[in-house]
């Protein structure tokens, strides 16, 4: 059983376009954390949300957290190449260590 | 990224043989923890440790595999005897001392790729 379920697990767009990726889970978070991941990388931190509700933009990317801090979303304005990657999302409960989705993976073409 | 130093990148390895992957934290962190990434498959957790300490080991498996986090040195992610489905990614991260239930951010190495042939 899949703690985290991220959706679409792929998406290929063009440069430009909009999108949304999404975490999900039956269980509660005390904090959820979105990482970016490029071929033989490591994951990448790019924001880590602790309050439901919470919105928090980095340039064109913006990160809610659900009021019931269950789940989580990435929007992406105005996509480009250089945002191809494996997006990760990882939540702690507690005290606990980070529990992490499959992942979505994107592809922006020019 | 930059800390977060793990090594060898690459290893290739021999059924039977062992593997020994090196991770050293960022400066000032004090916790590591190691996850292991196969193909289609997310991060898995597999060991916490702090200083001369294992916190939680709940995601190793029971043979083969061991960590040690010594007082001096880097954190060392042992696999005694490797199969072929031991061939995946191994990250180590690092956090801070003061680890809080309000966000337990975690800084990545870059990997270790072991392959067993």
């Known amino acids: 059983t899949q703690l985290l379920e991220q959706s679409p697990q792929f998406l290929s767009i063009q440069e430009g376009e909009n999108l949304t990726v999404y975490c999900n889970s039956s269980?509660?978070?005390?904090?959820l954390q979105w990482y970016r991941q490029e071929p033989g990388e490591g994951p990448v931190l790019l924001v880590t949300?602790?309050?439901?509700?919470e919105v928090k933009k980095l340039k064109r990317l913006t990160f809610q957290f659900g009021d019931a801090r269950k789940d989580s979303s990435l929007h992406i304005t105005a996509a480009q190449p250089g945002d191809t990657g494996l997006y990760l999302c990882a939540g702690t409960r507690g005290y606990s260590t980070l529990t992490f989705g499959k992942g979505t993976m994107l592809l922006v073409s020019p | 990224n930059a800390g977060v130093m793990q090594n060898p990148r690459h290893l290739v390895r021999r059924r039977g043989q062992e593997a020994r992957l090196r991770c050293s934290p960022m400066?000032?962190?004090?916790?590591v923890y190691w996850y292991r990434q196969l193909p289609e498959e997310g991060l898995k957790f597999m060991v916490y440790?702090?200083?001369?300490?294992?916190?939680?080991e709940s995601g190793m498996p029971k043979e083969r595999f061991s960590a040690e986090f010594p007082k001096e040195g880097p954190s060392i992610l042992r696999i005694q005897q490797v199969v072929r489905g031991d061939s995946a990614a191994y990250f180590c991260?690092?956090?801070?001392?003061?680890?809080?239930?309000?966000?337990?951010?975690?800084?990545f190495g870059e990997g270790s790729w072991l392959t067993v042939v």
């Open positions: 949300v602790v309050t439901g509700g």
């Open positions: 440790l702090q200083k001369e300490n294992i916190i939680d």
């Open positions: 991260a690092s956090s801070p001392p003061g680890a809080s239930s309000s966000g337990n951010t975690i800084y």
């Open positions: 400066k000032g962190h004090s916790h």
């Open positions: 269980s509660v978070f005390s904090s």
